[in-house]
């Protein structure tokens, strides 16, 4: 629900952290490890989410007032709370949301907030002289919108809700935060850190269902929405935003391609191929999801992939050991569990995996990679947003552009070869907003970041990410 920022102090542990956002009588969020309760949050209504835009239209023009610098410092302070309750963040994330601790997961999440914070305070958006002549004199600046209500999903939920209110705060806007009905945990105990340093109600979350996520983008009072989800609740955003003409980032779904050229040496390039596809145990939304490997390093890639994949261990986030976890929700198994079943249907080869033990608690996919598959099966086809790749043998390099571009989604791709040059020529052709060369799925907080196609519009990051957080003014004369 609507929290009033309560100071978090130095010595932040685990259960006073939680019990600062837990609300004994609200809706229990379980452990997809374990299925055990991790905690209860209250769940706000739409008359909830109205409340928290008013107080945060109310602390607007005064933050937007602040200097420039006062913003900057407050950014950094938020950084430095973040790393001081850096653990106890980490142990919310781990139970949560399943993933690990350790590997690119919980700790590397929260790492990466304080980062992106830290980045976001150190870049600037200054105006421009765009004609200055003997007639004219023209600049072109940048204003806060006003109010940004920022939409997330539960795969990096502490890390989008930074990428999403960072820059906004940055230029001068409040926020209003609907966390994922998922993981509302994470994202509570994030901006309760957050809220130990910030001005009263200029970081506002209110926990709920898809419909006060639809109230915040059809509200009249907010003016921008920052969405990272699925491309089937991205376009009921546009439908219910546009009355009000609000400005949108939408980060949607992808179906990320990756090729491999015949020059590569496989083992070489197996365990970054492999984190490509399985960060986040293949929850990203930027994860390589269909690979694409020449005939002639086919069997190589493959074997090379088994092999890695044989020594990740995957299990409960908490143990250290760990480096994969469970699919966050049931519903993301039966997603993975239904792909996987049609692509054995077909004649597709398993070569790991496939065979969920579902008497065991949780929800683990045990890690699978399926060769041998046709390019339209819907392993293939479909976003599977969990740990089973389908890997596709091509023989030539038009036809496997075409394969990759062949789909209605482009957030990102990947094309990995010893020949720089002959991979950068391929990724000018793939139609996808970022096209990573020998790696998959890296961001950079100066680096813009962002989809074509139903993936979405709009860029996060940098000094694209504040234009995306403001409104240009001309001051012409
Ligand atoms: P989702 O679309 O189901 O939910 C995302 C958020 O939207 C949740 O907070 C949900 O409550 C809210 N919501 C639901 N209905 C709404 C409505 N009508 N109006 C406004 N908000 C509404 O997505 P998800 O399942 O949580 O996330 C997985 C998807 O997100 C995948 O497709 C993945 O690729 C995508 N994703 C994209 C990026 C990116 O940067 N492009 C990053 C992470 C995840």
């Not at 209110?206 to 009249?220: K, Q, T």
Request: with cysteine; net charge negative.
């Amino acid at each position: 629900m609507i929290r009033s920022g309560k100071r978090i102090i130095m010595s932040t542990t685990y259960d006073s952290l939680l019990s600062a956002i837990t609300d004994p009588a609200g809706r229990e969020i379980l452990d997809p490890a374990t299925g055990e309760v991790v905690g209860t949050v209250a769940f706000g209504s739409v008359a909830d989410l109205d409340a928290a835009v008013t107080r945060a239209r109310a602390a607007q023009p005064a933050w937007a007032a602040r200097s420039d610098d006062d913003r900057k410092a407050l950014l950094l302070k938020a950084a430095d709370a973040i790393e001081e309750a850096a653990e106890p963040l980490a142990e919310l994330l781990s139970r949560e949301q399943g993933k690990p601790l350790n590997g690119p997961n919980a700790r590397f999440e929260v790492g990466a907030c304080s980062a992106w914070l830290r980045a976001t305070a150190a870049t600037a958006l200054p105006g421009e002289t765009v004609v200055d002549d003997e007639e004219t004199h023209a600049e072109l600046r940048y204003r806060p919108v006003g109010v940004v209500g920022a939409i997330g999903p539960w795969n990096w939920p502490m890390m989008i809700t930074i990428w999403q209110v960072a820059p906004a705060l940055r230029m001068g806007n409040t926020a209003v935060v609907k966390p994922s009905e998922y993981t509302p945990l994470s994202v509570l105990a994030l901006i309760e850190v957050l809220n130990g340093v910030l001005p009263a109600d200029v970081l506002i979350p209110v926990a709920g269902e898809g419909e006060v996520g639809a109230r915040l983008s059809s509200h009249p009072d907010i003016d921008k929405v920052m969405f990272t989800g699925s491309t089937r609740t991205g376009q009921a955003i546009i439908k219910s935003s546009a009355d009000t003409v609000k400005r949108l980032t939408l980060e949607l779904g992808g179906n990320d391609a990756g090729i491999v050229l015949p020059d590569v040496d496989a083992k070489a390039i197996a365990q970054d191929l492999f984190w490509g596809c399985f960060i986040n145990t293949g929850q990203t939304c930027a994860a390589l999801k269909r690979l694409y490997v020449h005939a002639d390093v086919y069997d190589d890639v493959c074997a090379a992939l088994v092999e890695v994949a044989g020594q990740m261990p995957m299990g409960r986030g908490l143990d250290e050991n760990n480096v994969l976890g469970p699919l966050q929700n049931r519903a993301q198994f039966d997603i993975v569990a239904r792909l996987v079943e049609a692509a054995k249907e077909s004649g597709a080869k398993v070569l790991t995996g496939g065979d969920p033990d579902t008497d065991a608690p949780g929800h683990f996919y045990p890690l699978t990679l399926v060769a041998d598959i046709d390019n339209d099966n819907p392993l293939v086809t479909e976003e599977q947003f969990g740990p089973a790749l389908p890997i596709i043998r091509y023989t030539d390099v038009d036809e496997v552009v075409a394969l990759a571009n062949g789909l209605d989604v482009g957030l990102g791709a990947s094309v990995w070869s010893g020949d720089a040059d002959a991979a950068r020529a391929i990724a000018g052709r793939l139609e996808a907003g970022t096209v990573w060369i020998n790696g998959h799925g890296g961001v950079h907080p100066m680096i813009p970041f962002g989809g074509v196609k139903k993936s979405g519009y709009g860029l996060e990051f940098g000094v694209e990410g504040l234009k995306g957080v403001s409104v240009p003014q001309v001051i012409n004369g």
